[in-house]
């Protein structure tokens, strides 16, 4: 007998059912460099600080504390390459760059947000099984 999601063709279409068998597993896959800008610790900060709106470079490096300056811009590049990160170059001196989100960009940044999210209100148990396994 098949389950409600079976019946229903759903299982098929969900994305955990499509990494299971699907090419994310393979080193070849394009899926897995962005799963890397997308969830690294950097990526992650700067798309959730974007879902609030336009930034420059400098508010973005005073707002995430602890990034660099070169981890930063790569981490925009990289975010911009993969169609997340709209830059825009104003005709100013000095240069005056600002940062947001493209529609992509914003679909993305709530799944990850979604994750964030969920690590800070989890942080207390996921702390008291750290030190459990020391």
């Given at each position: 007998?098949?389950?409600?999601?079976?019946?229903?063709?759903?299982?098929?279409?969900?994305?955990?059912?499509?990494?299971?068998?699907?090419?994310?597993?393979?080193?070849?896959?394009?899926?897995?460099?962005?799963?890397?800008?997308?969830?690294?610790?950097?990526?992650?900060?700067?798309?959730?600080?974007?879902?609030?709106?336009?930034?420059?470079?400098?508010?973005?490096?005073?707002?995430?504390?602890?990034?660099?300056?070169?981890?930063?811009?790569?981490?925009?590049?990289?975010?911009?390459?993969?169609?997340?990160?709209?830059?825009?170059?104003?005709?100013?001196?000095p240069p005056h760059v600002e940062y947001s989100l493209t529609p992509m960009g914003l679909?993305?940044?709530?799944?990850?947000?979604?994750?964030?999210?969920?690590?800070?209100?989890?942080?207390?148990?996921?702390?008291?099984?750290?030190?459990?396994?020391?």
């Amino acid at each position: 007998m098949k389950s409600n999601s079976e019946s229903m063709g759903v299982g098929s279409h969900r994305l955990s059912s499509r990494i299971r068998r699907g090419d994310v597993f393979s080193e070849d896959c394009p899926s897995r460099g962005v799963l890397l800008h997308a969830t690294s610790r950097w990526g992650v900060l700067v798309l959730v600080a974007l879902v609030e709106g336009m930034h420059r470079f400098s508010d973005l490096r005073r707002k995430i504390t602890g990034i660099s300056e070169k981890m930063l811009a790569k981490t925009l590049r990289d975010l911009e390459s993969d169609g997340f990160v709209l830059r825009v170059a104003k005709p100013v001196v000095p240069p005056h760059v600002e940062y947001s989100l493209t529609p992509m960009g914003l679909e993305i940044s709530g799944h990850v947000a979604e994750l964030a999210d969920w690590i800070e209100l989890n942080i207390p148990k996921i702390l008291k099984a750290r030190e459990r396994g020391r």
